[in-house]
């Protein structure tokens, strides 16, 4: 669900997922990398002590 919700609301994710399908790959293959970026994203921010911090358009 995160996932879902990333995609929709964070321009970089968005654009993965769009990369992702446009090179033809199933909608939930593209998901479950998005799941993955989001828990790499999460796993680093916690490993340096950060708060996240969205990026100014």
Excluded: F, H, T
Excluded at 12 to 21: C, S, T
Excluded at 41 to 54: D, Q, T
């Amino acid at each position: 669900m995160p996932a879902l919700v990333a995609m929709r609301y964070n321009s970089d994710l968005k654009a993965k997922y769009e990369n992702l399908r446009a090179a033809g790959k199933p909608a939930k293959v593209a998901i479950v990398a998005i799941m993955r970026k989001l828990i790499e994203m999460a796993n680093a921010l916690v490993k340096a002590n950060r708060s996240w911090v969205e990026k100014c358009p």
